[in-house]
């Protein structure tokens, strides 16, 4: 037992960086670090919560609570769908660790049991990002007793069991089939960038009030459909036949959760042992740093190019969102035809501006762009290449790809909304001001937080300190734009000082950023041990 605890924990701790964290021999980075991590975690959990909220004040004189019960088990069920189908394969059946695992006195049952429990675990954190709101929006609504939360309480234990049994399983035929095409990686990308603008033409075909109360009634009229246990999940925490329904609902998650412990057990070992590990960037040869250093940051930067379109979740999770603008601005000009004429055009343009600078600031390719180099790391840095160079093509392929979707964003903007010179420019300084504030943070980053150390891409790309560093970074310019933004508008009643203002202000950040980047960039690059 213990032993199956001990690779549990283990399991946990490196599935969530934990041990970097509590490692650091400075209380007050801990502290700092475990805090922030608390605020946004809570500040996403008080979105999903004030979302609630407004549905339930739409819906609640004719259906209850009922609406909100079947939108947060729909939510959360498309979460772990998600997360199931992107991870699973990697944390179950290709296991980095487990090479070091089999060669150890532990029984392989032992070994089996604690990589699943901890998938469940790592699930279980995600889930409740969409659950919890809703027992805090229920209880505001409705009277609540202790059954009520025992229901709750069961019913969130045993939701994720059915979709980790059969998507799990699902993650590994495609990653299995897709390995088998020629280009795979150009699949993977059109199919993640179809399912994410899909989801964008949803919402915004869904975006106002009424239709927004209709969809989510359609939503709970039809949630037998969608997703059948979830349907016994809400009739139980309504309290309609509890006793049948909570049965129900545990054998149609439980029965073929066994099965799929039985299954994997058979073949975890087998399929741990004979499938290859996935090579996250193409490996490089000497060879390829023999040219001219006058070309050598074209050399570089073609590299990056090559690199970055080769791993698909790189492009999805770092690339599609900032040439997303186009898409943005076309989308919300046909969801706002009928109140612009109502609204002052500036304040449109400064919408549409807004979000121009959320797409390029969100992500950034930087902030993994040492990582991904991966175990290969050690032969472009034994190389005959400055630190400087590699700065400059890693720098440049994320400029590059804001460039491409600011250009047409900006031409979309002169064209939809007849935006005057003066305005344009000031945009335009804008959002070049906040991708290349974005860019140089997020290798400042991950120079000081690299993951060299990981056996699958998404380990480096969206599982890494720098990108979590990075984000909490960002969330806060937002925050110190978006207060100077306010106070502009508030104190001057000017939109263009607006821009001007903001633009100074990401203009210093970067100034802070490059100076960080020349005195300890090359420090930091040399220091990196692969």
């Not at 283990?10 to 650091?24: A, D, G, M, V, Y």
């Not at 660790?97 to 049952?109: E, H, K, M, V, Y």
């Not at 304040?347 to 959320?358: E, G």
């Amino acid at each position: 037992m213990s032993s199956l605890l001990n690779v549990i924990w283990i399991t946990i701790l490196e599935q969530f960086k934990i041990n970097k964290i509590f490692s650091n021999k400075n209380i007050l980075v801990k502290v700092i670090v475990g805090l922030l991590a608390i605020i946004i975690i809570a500040s996403f959990g008080a979105m999903i919560g004030l979302m609630y909220y407004g549905v339930a004040v739409m819906t609640f004189d004719y259906y209850g609570i009922e609406i909100v019960v079947s939108l947060a088990l729909i939510s959360g069920s498309m979460i772990l769908l998600i997360t199931t189908i992107s991870k699973a394969n990697s944390f179950l059946f290709r296991a980095k660790d487990f090479d070091f695992l089999a060669s150890t006195p532990i029984p392989t049952r032992n070994i089996v049991s604690a990589k699943i429990l901890a998938f469940i675990i790592s699930n279980y954190f995600i889930f409740l990002l969409a659950y919890a709101p809703m027992i805090v929006v229920y209880a505001m609504f409705m009277q609540t007793s202790v059954t009520f939360y025992l229901l709750a309480l069961v019913i969130f234990i045993f939701m994720p069991l059915l979709l980790i049994a059969v998507f799990s399983f699902l993650s590994y035929i495609l990653a299995s089939v897709l390995s088998r095409f020629r280009y795979k990686n150009l699949i993977a990308i059109i199919g993640y960038s179809v399912l994410i603008i899909g989801v964008l033409l949803v919402n915004f075909q869904t975006s106002s009030g009424e239709q927004n109360a209709d969809v989510f009634i359609s939503m709970n009229d039809k949630l037998k459909f969608i997703y059948y246990p979830a349907f016994f999940a809400k009739e139980a925490i309504l309290g309609n036949n509890t006793r049948i329904n909570i049965l129900i609902f545990f054998a149609l998650n439980v029965i073929p959760f066994m099965i799929f412990i039985f299954i994997t057990g058979r073949i975890f070992v087998k399929i741990n042992t004979t499938l290859g590990r996935n090579a996250a960037s193409r490996k490089m040869v000497e060879s390829d740093f023999q040219s001219k250093q006058t070309g050598m940051i074209k050399e570089l930067f073609i590299m990056e190019t090559k690199r970055f379109f080769s791993i698909p979740i790189y492009v999805v999770n770092a690339g599609l969102i900032k040439v997303m603008g186009p898409i943005m601005i076309i989308m919300m000009r046909s969801q706002m035809k009928d109140i612009v004429s109502s609204v002052d055009q500036d304040v449109v343009v400064l919408l549409m501006a807004a979000v121009l600078v959320f797409t390029v600031g969100i992500t950034s390719t930087t902030s993994s762009a040492i990582s991904i180099e991966g175990k290969s790391f050690w032969i472009i840095k034994s190389s005959p290449i400055e630190p400087k160079q590699v700065f400059i093509a890693k720098i440049l392929l994320d400029v590059v790809l804001s460039a491409i979707g600011g250009v047409i964003s900006i031409i979309l903007l002169a064209v939809l909304y007849n935006v005057d010179l003066a305005n344009l420019m000031l945009i335009t300084l804008l959002y070049a001001a906040m991708a290349l504030q974005n860019a140089v943070l997020g290798l400042v980053v991950n120079l000081r937080f690299p993951k060299l150390d990981w056996d699958l891409p998404v380990r480096a790309i969206k599982q890494s300190a720098s990108v979590f560093v990075n984000m909490i970074i960002g969330f806060l310019i937002t925050i110190i734009l978006v207060v100077i933004g306010y106070f502009t508008i508030e104190l001057l009643g000017s939109i263009l000082l607006v821009y001007l203002f903001t633009s100074l202000t990401l203009l210093l950040i970067l100034a802070s950023e490059v100076w960080l980047l020349l005195r300890f960039g090359t420090k930091w690059y040399n220091k990196i041990k692969v």
